[in-house]
Each structure stands twice: as structure tokens, then as C-alpha cells.
T-cell receptor, first 116, second 109 residues
Framework: NAGVTQTPKFRVLKTGQSMTLLCAQDMNHEYMYWYRQDPGMGLRLIHYSVGEGTTAKGEVPDGYNVSRLKKQNFLLGLESAAPSQTSVYFC???????????????FGAGSRLTVL | GQSLEQPSEVTAVEGAIVQINCTYQTSGFYGLSWYQQHDGGAPTFLSYNGLDGLEETGRFSSFLSRSDSYGYLLLQELQMKDSASYFCAVPRLGQNFVFGPGTRLSVLP
């Protein structure tokens, strides 16, 4: 039972390079999210998806693109990396609300990205 | 828009009780959740309050007052392993979430 798997775990890029972070979940969740975490700023939502083939912008979408071609996968792309995108990126997924009404996010282990 | 406020740091000793507060401003309210994150780890779900009152899960309890736009996480019988960051979060329409800045709890022996 893997849950949410992110690859790669670590990556160093030079300014202007592109890359894609992959998130895969095996829980058949409808909803998937990409967050970035910077010291003292909590988790900020980049993009999210409420179902296969759909995506939406979060709080800090600029400089990122996403795709959800398959229900289990959510890709985050950086077309031209900038030092300001140095961060830890977390993918999360959730299903509909549980019996208590909670909508529980399950997070991946994170991907640490450094842009030089 | 939405914003949440939490204390940045809290320190307590083993065996003690600590309360981490969260105040929020939201347009529409769908409940308050709490997550725990150890250094280098991923956030994990702790509790959820959809209605006013106290929810208890073992040593952890969470409280919500919607009229005061306020909630707290209460940790009892503190253990060293409770040293972590704690985040409150509110869901929004469209199935996404806003997180608070986090409170770093240090448990001392």
C-alpha cells in the first residue's frame, strides 16, 4: 500500500532549465494537489485537480504547469526554473469527505528542489 | 480570501499539556483540520472539527468555536516524539485547502 509517491525526491537545477515532478497515488482518490513549503510560510497551494482531465490554479500558480491525464497521476512542470522556485514540493490526494465530514489529505514524502 | 494565524513556536516539557491556537478568516467555512509534520517528513492528518466543540483522539483533542473563528489543538501527556510542526487548515469550495503558517512545538526532557 504505497499511498502517494513522488519522484524524484531530490533535484538540483540551473536557472532556466525545465523539469517535471511526478505524483502517483494508488488510493483511487478523485482530488490531487501540489503544494510548496518554504520556511515559515506553511504550505501554499500551487495547482490542484478535482478529477481526471481537470486542473485549477491555487494560490501561487505562476511559473508552474500541471496535467492530470490519468486519475492516479498528477504532474507538476517547471518550464524555466528560477531560484525563487527553490522549495520542498508536496503532492497530496483526497477522496470525498469521510463520515465525520472531514476531507483528509494524504501527502507524499516530498520533493526537494534547488534552483541555482 | 482566507487567512489563518498560529503562534510560530511553543515549548513545553515532557508530561505537560500544551495548547496550539488557530484563528481564521474565511469566506465560507467548512471545518478546521489539524496536521502534524516532523522535520524532514510529510504532513499527516490529526483531527477535524466540522461543528463547535471538542473532538478527542487519544492524547490529542481539537476544539472549534465558529462564532469566534477560533480553534485549538490540545496535546496532553507530552512525549518527546510530539516535537514537530502543527498546521491548522481550512477546506474551501472546490476541494482545496488553505494552511496556516505552522507552529513548531519543542518538547523538552
Amino acid at each position: 500500500n504505497a499511498g502517494v509517491t513522488q519522484t524524484p525526491k531530490f533535484r538540483v537545477l540551473k536557472t532556466g532549465q525545465s523539469m517535471t515532478l511526478l505524483c502517483a497515488q494508488d488510493m483511487n482518490h478523485e482530488y490531487m494537489y501540489w503544494y510548496r513549503q518554504d520556511p515559515g510560510m506553511g504550505l501554499r497551494l500551487i495547482h490542484y485537480s478535482v478529477g481526471e482531465g481537470t486542473t485549477a490554479k491555487g494560490e501561487v500558480p505562476d511559473g508552474y504547469n500541471v496535467s492530470r491525464l490519468k486519475k492516479q497521476n498528477f504532474l507538476l512542470g517547471l518550464e524555466s526554473a528560477a531560484p525563487s522556485q527553490t522549495s520542498v514540493y508536496f503532492c497530496a490526494s483526497s477522496s470525498s469527505r469521510d463520515r465525520s465530514g472531514a476531507n483528509v489529505l494524504t501527502f507524499g514524502a516530498g520533493s526537494r528542489l534547488t534552483v541555482l | 480570501g482566507q487567512s489563518l494565524e498560529q503562534p510560530s513556536e511553543v515549548t513545553a516539557v515532557e508530561g505537560a499539556i500544551v495548547q496550539i491556537n488557530c484563528t481564521y478568516q474565511t469566506s465560507g467555512f467548512y471545518g478546521l483540520s489539524w496536521y502534524q509534520q516532523h522535520d524532514g517528513g510529510a504532513p499527516t492528518f490529526l483531527s477535524y472539527n466540522g461543528l463547535d466543540g471538542l473532538e478527542e483522539t487519544g492524547r490529542f483533542s481539537s476544539f472549534l468555536s465558529r462564532s469566534d473563528s477560533y480553534g485549538y489543538l490540545l496535546l496532553q501527556e507530552l512525549q518527546m516524539k510530539d516535537s514537530a510542526s502543527y498546521f491548522c487548515a481550512v477546506p474551501r469550495l472546490g476541494q482545496n485547502f488553505v494552511f496556516g503558517p505552522g507552529t513548531r512545538l519543542s518538547v523538552l526532557p
